[in-house]
């Protein structure tokens, strides 16, 4: 049921990596707002689920596949929005890959190219025709699901470490180009989270340890404690920021 002050009735909100983990959560919540919420994913059958989800519960959805590290697939599903709706209210750019866990020096440049087109180059052109549609309709909001891994590099994860660096400063960079058109630009920077993605972290039971021993409250968040504050983002609510707001696991903001 929405609320008053994160009411999302009418807008159009595409939501990627959302076939699971935190981008399912998020889009479940845009659509108990009201949203009408595009669910996308490398693979349409992964998304299905979801959206029957969300419509048993009276909510708006639909499947969109895209494949956010291939260029061609990226223009055909702004185009599909644009012929659709002619509008996009909210992005939120979560696919991301991480194929590759190890040290730094093994890092092959398959690994490299496969985590920087995902994280970077894809994230760099969604935002952007994202941004566009958005400019041509008076604003919206674009939220990019970095990592605290962009602040401080993971044991193992050198190089998706690095990609979440650059996704916290492109989110800076087009805050700031963007403001003028009403465009809010922010990230999400979680912590360890319980997800299948974040599954070697969970494995690993070394490394789960010494994740667990630098969080303060001893415990991991789970993909809903993530969705929470992607809302507020998305939401007019929080139309007053001019800026960027890069908001970690726990609430701060930096």
Same mark, same amino acid.
């Given at each position: 049921?929405?609320?008053?002050?994160?009411?999302?009735?009418?807008?159009?909100?595409?939501?990627?990596?959302?076939?699971?983990?935190?981008?399912?959560?998020?889009?479940?919540?845009?659509?108990?707002?009201?949203?009408?919420?595009?669910?996308?994913?490398?693979?349409?059958?992964?998304?299905?689920?979801?959206?029957?989800?969300?419509?048993?519960?009276?909510?708006?959805?639909?499947?969109?596949?895209?494949?956010?590290?291939?260029?061609?697939?990226?223009?055909?599903?702004?185009?599909?929005?644009?012929?659709?709706?002619?509008?996009?209210?909210?992005?939120?750019?979560?696919?991301?890959?991480?194929?590759?866990?190890?040290?730094?020096?093994?890092?092959?440049?398959?690994?490299?190219?496969?985590?920087?087109?995902?994280?970077?180059?894809?994230?760099?052109?969604? *935002? +952007?025709? &994202?941004?566009?549609?958005?400019?041509?309709? @008076?604003?919206? !909001? $674009?939220?990019?699901? /970095? *990592? +605290?891994? &962009?602040?401080?590099?993971?044991?193992?994860? @050198?190089?998706? !470490? $690095?990609?979440?660096? /650059?996704? +916290?400063?492109?989110?800076?960079?087009?805050?700031?180009?963007?403001?003028?058109?009403?465009?809010?630009?922010?990230?999400?920077?979680?912590?360890?989270?319980?997800?299948?993605?974040?599954?070697?972290?969970?494995?690993?039971?070394?490394?789960?340890?010494?994740?667990?021993?630098?969080?303060?409250?001893?415990?991991?968040?789970?993909?809903?404690?993530?969705?929470?504050?992607?809302?507020?983002?998305?939401?007019?609510?929080?139309?007053?920021?001019?800026?960027?707001?890069?908001?970690?696991?726990?609430?701060?903001?930096?």
């Amino acid at each position: 049921m929405s609320t008053q002050l994160f009411d999302l009735t009418g807008k159009v909100a595409l939501v990627t990596g959302a076939s699971r983990g935190i981008g399912e959560s998020i889009a479940k919540l845009f659509a108990e707002q009201g949203a009408h919420v595009i669910v996308s994913s490398r693979r349409a059958e992964s998304c299905d689920q979801v959206v029957a989800d969300i419509k048993a519960d009276g909510g708006s959805a639909e499947t969109m596949a895209c494949h956010i590290g291939d260029m061609e697939n990226i223009k055909e599903t702004f185009e599909n929005i644009k012929a659709k709706y002619g509008k996009l209210d909210i992005l939120v750019n979560n696919a991301a890959a991480n194929p590759y866990f190890g040290h730094i020096l093994d890092t092959d440049l398959g690994a490299y190219n496969k985590t920087v087109d995902v994280n970077v180059r894809g994230y760099f052109f969604m *935002s +952007i025709e &994202g941004g566009k549609l958005m400019k041509d309709n @008076g604003g919206g !909001s $674009i939220i990019n699901t /970095a *990592s +605290i891994n &962009g602040l401080q590099p993971g044991q193992h994860q @050198g190089i998706y !470490s $690095i990609t979440k660096a /650059a996704v +916290i400063n492109m989110t800076k960079s087009f805050a700031k180009e963007c403001a003028q058109f009403n465009i809010r630009v922010n990230a999400l920077l979680p912590g360890l989270t319980k997800t299948k993605f974040a599954g070697a972290l969970f494995e690993n039971e070394n490394m789960h340890k010494a994740a667990m021993a630098t969080i303060p409250m001893r415990r991991h968040a789970e993909p809903s404690e993530m969705a929470g504050t992607v809302l507020y983002l998305a939401s007019d609510a929080s139309s007053y920021t001019t800026g960027e707001s890069i908001v970690v696991d726990g609430g701060f903001t930096i």
